[in-house]
Structures are given as C-alpha cells and as structure tokens.
C-alpha cells in the first residue's frame, strides 16, 4: 500500500487484508500509539549511563526489565540483554521539577557505551512518570534539563521533548556535542524563557535538518548558539516570529558550514543584537549586492535596534559580507530555497491495513513517524466527502506508530494520515 500523503482504498482489499492476519507479522506491529511513561534507552551493546551529581528534586528510578524497579543515583546503572542481543535501560521520575538543573559541571550525565544508544519515549517520564501516563505536561523548574545529554557522542536517537512552555535554561546546552544524532526532536513549545535552547544541539555535527520553531514571540537569548558548528546542517526550518527579543537569535547558525541559504525573517519590530552574528562563518552561503539569484531582505517596514544585525553575514562567501540594510534586496547564489519544509514533518507513509474479522476493525500502520511529530487519521465513506477525524497521536519513538481498532464496516472506504510538528 502507497500511503505516502495519499488517500488508500480498502474496500477491495478488506478480504485479502483479513488474511495477513493469519501471517507471522507480530514484530513488525508490536509497537503501539500508546506512550510507555518512561525513557527507553536501547543498544546492541552493553553501556552505562552515571549522573555526575544527584540535582533531582524528587526521585528517579531504573530498570532493566520494564518491570523491577530499582533508585537511581550518582552511582548509575548498566543495561542488560533483553533477551533479543538488545541492551536497554529504562528511566522514570516521581515528583521532579528538575533533573540536571543548575551545576558548574559542564556535563550532567555520562555516557558509557561501547556503540550507538538510541532513546525513546517522554523525556517528561523524568520529571513524573504517573502524570506523563495521565496525558499532563509536568512543571519545568528552571535549568530542568540543562546539559543532561552533553557530549553523549554515542547517541543517535533524541526522546520527545513535548513540553509547551518553557523555563529559564530548561534544554540549555542539552545535545551539546552529541555527534551521533542526525536529527532533531520535535519542538512544540510556543511560550518561551530566557535561554531556553541556548547551545542546545551546539557542535552536533551529524545534524542534517533543524526542527520546526513555531513560536511568535521571543525571548532574550532563546535561541542564541543553538546550532553553532552544526557543520552537517542544510536545511533550516521557517522562522515565523514577529516579536524579537535581544539575542533572540544570536550565533544561532554560527559556523554552520553546510548551509546554502537564507531562510525568510519577517519581523518588523527588531530587537538589539537580535541578529547578530547568525550566520557567521557559514561558507556555503553565497550573498550578493547584485543579482542574478534569489532575493533576499530585511522588509522595509522593520524598524532597527541597537546592534541588531552586526556580523550577521561575516565569514561567508558571497561578495557581500556586511550588514545588511533594511529594505535592500540581496541575491542569493549558493542555493535555490530551502528544499522541503522543515516545518512539516515527512509525509506518513502507509504500509499495512490489516484486518480484524471477527471484531470488523483495523489496523492501520506507518513506517516512518518522527519521534515527537503529530499523526492523525482520517476517514471518508467517497472521495470528496468530508474527512472524519480522529484525535491526533504523538509519536514517542522513530519507525512504526499504529492506528489500533479503527472501525473496518462499509461504508468506510478511505482512510489517510495527516502530520504535524504541533498538536492539532
């Protein structure tokens, strides 16, 4: 089945779909849209994950089975074999409002690990497991995840990161030098603090695409050094905010040699050093006061700050590297556009409908859902009749998300998947 944003008909499959539930296809739908409250860490070899100091507030606990339980502290915990070659370790928390929170230690927790670490599920699990099971966002305390993964250079799999509103320094520096990861969790959140992703994914140089940031109102140095020396970087999502703040997006993309482009800024109302220095040192970016290329500006309407474009383009490539002047178009020669839209999750592809007979529901699945993205499904009876919607499921690990029990009775004969960076 080709789902790929495309709507899939059932009808003239519903009795040969019933019989792939005969087939031996458990593992390929073992996992489920319901969220385990607590992190999964997982590897085909062994590894150790050791807090450097105990900053929690409430308690954490490990397991190696999902089921035994055990605290956990400074003096860490292994992962064991499952059973399968698959080394995990499971995480969760009771009453915390932080876990790293403010340390002179450049590194909160490390890394042990003799390959490559993915983790999955609600980085939330950490604060408290029993209100992520509830469906509720736990409160942030300030610096709550601050340089949790740092230098976790074996790691290649983010956990979401739901949360909406943001505290001072929450996810600072948290993926700093965490090379091994290619791509960037979902990031929902639309109210934000003071250096809430400062440094975040600072020098993760596997990174490819930055995530959506879909809030409108800044704050001072939220985004400031978050993907500085992202080398890997091409892509950049859209950057919708109206309302700036001072260093809202200072160094932001420093040093990101990868980049070809410039996204679109549309505020108006500029902030002091709102951009300074962004897109220093990015090589691949090609500027020009003369064209032919692609048109670039600040729009004639901004009104300027203090500092607010100094060094923005120092260290490219084109023949203009100054700051650029409000209202003048610029032409872009190294690239054509930002390519897909960072802001849109890719496109669910649907691989399997299967059939329950004797309950007359489905079963409908997709192979590559973004850990932290939204999916919905949708139902018609006939091509141009309204879309029946269903509420939207967050995905909590990369690979196979699951529609269970979706109803198979005629007339129901479409059905497609909509994703999402943000919850509809």
């Known amino acids: ?156 799999q983010a956990p979401a990161l739901p949360a909406t509103t943001m505290t001072t320094y929450c996810y600072g520096r948290m993926f700093l030098g965490c090379t091994g990861l290619t791509r960037a969790p979902v990031l929902p959140a639309m109210t934000l603090a003071y250096r809430c992703s400062s440094s975040m994914f600072r020098r993760c140089t596997g990174l490819t695409q930055a995530p959506a940031l879909p809030a409108t109102t800044l704050t001072d140095h939220c985004y400031d050094c978050m993907f500085e020396g992202c080398t890997g970087l091409t892509q950049v999502p859209a950057l919708p905010a109206t309302t700036l703040a001072p260093y809202c997006y200072g160094a932001m993309f420093w040093g990101c040699t990868g980049l070809t482009w410039v996204p679109k800024l549309s505020a108006t109302a500029l902030a002091d050093y709102c951009y300074a220095g962004m897109f220093r040192d990015c090589a691949g970016i090609s500027l020009h006061a003369q064209g032919p290329g692609t048109e670039w500006s600040i729009p004639s309407a901004a009104v300027p700050a203090t500092g607010w474009h100094n060094g923005m383009f120092a260290g490219t490539s084109g023949t203009f590297t100054g700051n650029p002047v409000i209202g003048v178009v610029y032409y872009c020669t190294s690239g054509s556009g930002p390519g897909p839209d960072p802001d849109d999750p890719e496109a669910p592809n649907i691989v399997a409908i299967t059939v329950d007979p004797g309950a007359s529901t489905l079963a409908i699945t997709i192979d590559n859902a973004i850990t932290g993205a939204w999916y919905t499904l949708l139902v018609a009876d006939e091509l141009g009749d309204p879309w029946a919607v269903s509420p939207a499921v967050q995905a909590t690990a990369d690979g196979i998300l699951i529609f269970q029990n979706v109803p198979a009775t005629l007339p129901h004969r479409f059905y497609k998947v909509r994703a999402s960076a943000t919850q509809p």
């Open 1 to 156: 089945m080709n789902g790929n944003r495309n709507t899939v008909s059932c009808s003239a499959f519903l009795s040969r779909l019933a019989r792939l539930c005969a087939l031996a296809v458990a593992g390929l739908f073992a996992a489920t849209a319901t969220a385990d409250p607590y992190l999964t860490f997982s590897s085909a070899d062994t590894f150790t994950i050791t807090p450097q100091e105990a900053l929690w507030d409430g308690t954490l606990q490990y397991s190696t089975d999902g089921q035994n339980w055990a605290a956990f502290g400074t003096a860490g915990a292994t992962a064991a074999d499952d059973g399968s070659g698959t080394y995990k370790l499971y995480l969760q928390g009771t009453d915390n409002t932080r876990i790293s929170a403010a340390t002179t230690n450049a590194i909160a927790w490390t890394l042990t690990a003799a390959g490559t670490v993915a983790c999955s599920g609600n980085i939330e699990a950490l604060l408290d497991h029993a209100a992520v099971a509830a469906g509720q966002h736990p409160a942030m305390a300030d610096y709550c995840f601050a340089n949790l993964f740092t230098n976790w250079t074996a790691l290649v």
